[in-house]
């Protein structure tokens, strides 16, 4: 179905397909430049990310490697064959003065007394040595794990009740004695040392960092429920995850990577950057959220829209305000062509342009507009004439009708001659004629015609050649002399594309013969009581009005009573069925043939009826004219 | 008449000490003067105290949800729940009077049951075996006779004891590694194996960044010790002494599960208020992970929460007894009260 659309104006056209290009240009445009510069921006952030995170890494691992150091030189004093209890505490005060990253030492031995195993540690000024029960910490990971594995061990962060009371991160060195180990040295750190670290680090606006252990343990983070609660693969399981859980898994592998994460909470979006601490393996990560680390991006976008936008209103506008100034003069023209149609031509404005196109329409637009004035001057003057020549040859058609043979006149037929003519032009006048009328008491004369041509010129001929047929009938009351007498006339008197073909019959009353004569007209038909047809079909001369001299000769037959003469033009026998076949005689003899008890009137409406019926619903293109004559002879 | 005024002074302060004990010193039995029933809204509370197996988490859901939502106070009952654990070991706490309710371990309470402190089980909680031993499949340990000669870390004292017990039976000579509650050595690589709960540990050393697929698991109950673990005891002479009192604990205990499991995360919330109270590492996720274990522990009888089931007695029974570990072996019914 033809949905029927709305019809814009060239502005709005103009305009509409500016903006899906635009727009077309501009998603283009934005899309490649913001991954161009997103991807430098996220090499930027990387660097920059991994620079603050290698410092703080750098930073933390200052402590720890400071602790390790200061623990290898302890454990070679420890096992120095000078070891001496006292010197050992006087050395141990020093360490701890001197060192304030080191908050406390513990020498525990599992197998020792409770005297052998204490923690050193100044609160103050005061060093203080504080005993520790194996029975608790023989169980704890500081010491039991490096006295399993035989090797030096960082551990978790954990409460030290026996020391500072604090939590700390504990570096534990086996002591051995005779390839075992007897004893741990443990130095501790204070978690709150490495949490000021990581507290310190800024990353972006909103960024941070946090600490995580070996096992994934977060062990310092801004958010206090975090630390010491979650590992890194709690969250990945609480978010569900499998990313962070990736990740977290690369990070207790002591790898190093700059991550993006979302829909991970609030923000949801975030960039991190972890990296291993050489010394006890925990991980430093710093995070930033997404919408910080691409806040110039962001804002560059902004301001690129913004421009495409304004740039996009002031194409707009530029585009409109120039079709305008077109598209006013082609909306004045469209008003003047629809007033022209209204029939006001003369009063519609006209638009003024420096457009060339426009002052072209301009100029064929006035021309056409003349042209166009002066053809409806023509053609009301035209019509007028039609109409008064139309009057005229309907008033001579009346005429034309009036001249032959009226059926309803039945004084027009002597006594034992019965008559009936059909005629039915194809246009207001016909050029057929068929007549019929006594010549004299004795003699009937029948007549049909057609003149070549239709329209005006054949009425007016058929109108000559019915004066000329009354004229010279009285007079010569032979056919043939009749049908050359008319020829001469026509020869002399008229055009010479003008010809007539004409069938003239005398009928002798008294003795029945019938003399006719055909001047290239078509055959003539004699219809017995019987049903008998017999068709004459001989011509006797040319039609009339081509040859000057026509050299009629004539025929002779002996009517029976009841026999009907019929004459037809070849309106019937060259009629054409839908089909283009011709009506033609073999149809019309089938047409007289299946007549019962017939009279001139019944045959010549069968035989108009039967063409009728052949040519259907075709316009009838020549004219029809029929003519019956019946013999009755009642004498 | 100095020593006159200082005997004055001397017998105040005596009866000022004296009434300032009374005051402090309000012993459970001398708070319980009737039985209460729920359905008869409690005059006054009975204060007693739970000690639970270990430190506070969501095993013990059930208890902070029948405190919480007021389960004890309908039946008469103001409960402390006090923590247990290495230092505070639950049967220690019951035998010395700290405590009047207490969660064990069966095999543990059947273990320590002896003529001179008969034990009562009110309600066994988890009547399904928890116990797993883990260890890491590339240890090359594919059975229970690859431990032979391992370092199989084993939780300390009566906690551990059934798995102690397990690997004697099964003739495993592991090297024993006694544990407190870190996973550290295991994932350090310290012990080849170690004992777990299925609803605690192995969590935590998923949350380590190992993966199920690389653990290997020896579920205990597949081994013929399909041993139940948390039940509530008291002692037979508390019992006896108060027989409803005892079981209104146990009918609030089973309430508060019920309620406990029916409202995870109402319950989680209490559980890490409690952790954080007593300054424990508390995380919702581990939590949940412990509760939604649970469950299946709890309801594995939906129809018949906190039932010993005969069977199960019989089994730590016979277990004590091929170990010489049954000092007083009792009939079931003089043993589980319902």
Known sequence: MKIATKPCTIAFQIISFMFIVLVLLFVISLITTSRLIHNVMESNARESFGNITKINVQAIDHTLSKIVTLGRDLELLIKSPSYNESELNLHLRQLLIDNPELVSICIAYANKPITSNNTYLLQGKNFLINPSNSSDFAFKDWFILPQLTEKPYWSDPWFDSDGTGTIVCSYSIPLFLKGKVQGILRLDTSLENLRQIVSSIKVKKTGYAFLISKNGTIVAHPQDSLAMNYTVFDLAEQLNSPKIRSIGKSIVNRESDFVHLNKIGTPANIWMYYQPVPTNSWSLATVAPDAEVFADLHNLMYIYIGWVLLAFLIIAFSIWYRTRTINQPLEKLVDSIQKSQSGVPASATLPVSDTYEIQVINTSYNLLKNSLKRYAENLKAVTAEKDKIVDEVTFASEIQLNLISNNKKPYTTPLGISAFGILEPAGLVGGDLYDYFSVDNEHFLFAIADVVGKGVAAALTMTMISTLLRTYAPQLKQPEKILSNMNKFLIENSPDYRFVTMLLGIIDLKTGTCTFSNAGHTPLFVLSEDGSITKYAKTHSTALGILESLNASSETIQLKPGDEIVLCTDGITEAISPEDKLFGTDRLEDVLKNLKNPDPESTAQAILNAVKSFSGPNKQTDDITILVVKYINYR | ?338
């Open chain 2, 1 to 338: 008449m100095r020593s006159s005024i200082t005997l004055l002074i001397g017998i105040a302060l005596i009866f000022a000490g004296f009434c300032l004990s009374c005051q402090k010193k309000t012993s459970p039995e001398e708070t319980i003067t009737s039985q209460e029933e729920k359905s008869v809204p409690p005059t006054h509370l009975h204060k007693v105290r739970y000690t639970i197996k270990w430190l506070h988490q969501a095993q013990f859901a059930g208890a902070y949800m029948a405190k919480e939502k007021g389960f004890f106070q309908q039946y008469g009952l103001d409960v402390e729940i006090i923590q247990g654990g290495v230092d505070n070991p639950p049967y220690k706490a019951l035998i010395n009077g700290k405590t009047e309710f207490c969660c064990m371990n069966l095999i543990t309470a059947v273990e320590k049951n002896n003529p001179e402190f008969p034990l009562v089980n009110l309600a066994q909680i988890s009547q399904k075996n928890s116990t797993w031993l883990i260890g890491k499949k590339n240890t090359s340990i594919n059975n229970l006779q690859d431990l032979n000669h391992r370092k199989v870390g084993i939780w300390r004292d009566e906690a551990g004891d059934h798995i102690r017990y397990f690997l004697h039976d099964n003739e495993i000579q592991a090297q024993i590694i006694p544990l407190d509650w870190s996973v550290n050595l295991f994932l350090n690589d310290a012990i080849d194996m170690m004992n777990a709960m299925s609803y605690n540990e192995y969590h935590r050393i998923l949350m380590a960044g190992i993966e199920p697929e690389d653990l290997i698991v020896f579920n205990l109950s597949d081994y013929g010790y399909d041993l139940v673990d948390d039940g509530i005891y008291t002692s037979r002479a508390f019992y006896n002494r108060y027989p409803d009192l005892c079981k209104n604990f146990a009918k609030a205990m089973i309430e508060g599960w019920i309620y406990a499991l029916d409202n995870p995360d109402e319950t989680i919330k209490v559980v890490v208020r409690y952790m954080r109270e007593n300054h424990l590492p508390a995380n919702y996720n581990h939590q949940s992970w412990m509760l939604n274990h649970m469950r299946e522990r709890v309801l594995e009888n939906p129809e018949n929460v906190g039932y010993l089931n005969p069977t199960d007695y019989t089994l730590a029974v016979e277990i004590l007894m091929k170990n010489g570990k049954l000092a007083y072996p009792v009939e079931y019914e003089d043993f589980f009260i319902q």
